[in-house]
């Protein structure tokens, strides 16, 4: 697959790396931690593409957007995608979070509730449920300078053992590149998810319909992701489930036709 040249857009003292493509209401998809590029395979999907305005973008701190000093929190993270979208003349859009985007993703709804339609929120860094000991060893082997090392027992903890393969196949480079970008994930973005302040009384405010995505092999990894699905399930006021069959925390990865599909499906039932 040919990789399409992102435009480069300045927003408020910061420069995002972009594409949008397409007509009709507009996705933007918020890629999580790590992989700047998760959703790159997404976005050709026929489910999904020509059928919607799609929006996919590097944060700050990932591959060619610009890096910024200091933290930057999930409300900063959240600002930034809605900077973008005014920028592109986006007044509403679904919005796809995974992992700690699913956090942005949720935080934009509570910042910006006009500008959000929908939410998809695919296996959400939910930090009420810890991540549990691979997180701290693999901030162990990044403060030792290790940082591929570091990258490697994070993945593996998150998405399995055998997640490389998967990655390499569906996105060649990404594992470079999530090296590249080591110190924005464990030095800014895991400090902005333990500060960030979400429980009952925040999802109560999250009123715009809400698709909670599981893997359903995510269990045989770390039951981590069915205890935050469950959390979602009873916090949030308008949420459905959606467990993707035979697939990790990679999801979209494993299965993109399906992960398509669902998000499509979910768009038709609640236009904006």
Not at 83 to 95: M, N
Not at 124 to 131: E, G, H, I, Q, R
Not at 143 to 171: I, K, N, P, S
Not at 210 to 218: D, E, H, M
């Amino acid at each position: 697959m040919r990789q399409r040249q992102l435009e480069r857009a300045a927003l408020d003292g910061v420069e995002l790396d972009h594409e949008a493509r397409g007509l009709g209401e507009a996705v933007v998809l918020i890629h999580a931690g790590v992989c700047a590029d998760w959703f790159r395979g997404l976005v050709e999907e026929p489910a999904l593409a020509g059928r919607y305005r799609l929006v996919r973008y590097h944060r700050v701190g990932y591959a060619g957007s610009s890096r910024v000093e200091g933290a930057v929190g999930v409300a900063d993270q959240a600002a930034h995608c809605r900077s973008l979208l005014r920028h592109l003349g986006i007044g509403r859009a679904h919005v796809v979070g995974h992992s700690s985007s699913a956090n942005m993703a949720m935080q934009l709804a509570l910042d910006a509730p006009a500008t959000v339609g929908s939410l998809a929120l695919l296996e959400t860094a939910l930090l009420a449920v810890p991540t549990g000991p691979f997180g701290p060893q693999a901030l162990g082997r990044y403060q030792a300078g290790d940082t591929a090392g570091a990258v490697d027992a994070w993945m593996r903890g998150v998405c399995g053992a055998g997640y490389r393969e998967v990655l390499d196949q569906a996105l060649p480079g990404a594992f470079d590149q999530a090296v590249a970008d080591a110190d924005t994930f464990f030095g800014q973005e895991l400090p902005a998810l333990r500060a960030w302040s979400f429980g009952q009384p925040e999802a109560g405010r999250v009123t715009q319909p809400a698709l909670a995505v599981l893997g359903a092999r995510s269990r045989e990894v770390t039951p981590v992701f069915d205890q935050r699905h469950e959390l979602l399930l009873a916090w949030l006021p308008n949420v459905e489930p959606f467990v993707l069959p035979d697939a990790t925390h990679l999801l979209h990865l494993q299965d993109p036709g399906g992960m398509a599909e669902a998000l499509a499906a979910f768009f038709a039932r609640h236009p904006l």
